[in-house]
């Protein structure tokens, strides 16, 4: 009996298709239970949610291109022993004053005091400025595929932010899909799949070009405007994890020793293999040693 059968157009085998459509199930019923919530700060419209209940508040700060329900199996485990917040950042916003701002404003209207923060690569770099301008809301700060820009990187964000703001919108949608597809090579098939699916399906909705413009601005204005330091946090007690990967491409081995020095005092945890999307390519793993750190202060 043949036991493949063709999904999204590719072979599968049909544990993998059931795989998927389990994943698909998996979203279905978490959008059911898990009401978007929106405020707007500074003119940006905000969405976002906030679910869980407990003292300990998680806030997940994603990577450029994600929406708030993208870590929808993440948010899932974590919020049966916290309160999990996730957002979904405006397309308006092109500054990272304005994305501090925002993120502010929704830990306000939800009553929280103080979260542990958790960044990956935009969300990284936003995670960095955030406990910088507001320490006393950050108990803890974990930071996952990012570096400190070199020259070299600096430079190409530059010309990359030019040639993104005069390409057609047709242009952008593809190459955006081509640079999210080659991250998530690392994902297991089924999650491959579904994810490459569900990514496609936001090219034109949410993943404007407005948006993805927007969202380098906000990378070039912290790569330009906000020169981190050591002694920024010395009086800040909070504490630091920093998750990494060998074989990002993102950010090479330079730029992530450059950041492990801003954080001397971090606890590090390097994957071998996984990319620069290893919060989803190790998931299991990945939530095991974040779990475990957050766990030291319940």
Sequence with gaps: MNN????YGKKMTTNAVE????????????????????????????????????????????????????????????????????????????????LTAGVMAILDVEGVRTAAVHGHSLGAALAQCFVREHPERVSELILANIGVAGARRIKLARIFGHVLSVLPGALIGPMTKSILNRNMSLLPEPQRVFYREYFSKMVGQYLTKQLIVNQFRCLIDFIDNYPLRTEDLQNWGGRVLIMEAEDDRGWNASERSALKSLYPTAQIHTFSHGGHMVNMTRRNEYDAILNEFLAKRI
């Excluded at 493949?4 to 999904?7: D, L, M, V």
């Excluded at 019923?29 to 679910?51: D, E």
């Design 19 to 98: 795989n998927t459509v389990t994943l698909d199930g998996q979203l279905e019923a978490f959008r059911a239970a898990h009401p978007v919530k929106s405020l707007t700060s500074l003119g940006h419209a905000w969405r976002y949610i906030s679910c869980g209940e407990g003292k300990d508040v998680l806030l997940l700060l994603e990577g450029a291109g994600a929406d708030a329900e993208v870590e929808f199996q993440r948010i899932l485990k974590f919020e049966k022993k916290r309160r999990v917040i996730s957002v979904t950042y405006p397309a308006t916003a092109f500054a990272m004053q304005h």
């Design 4 to 7: 493949t059968n063709r999904f």
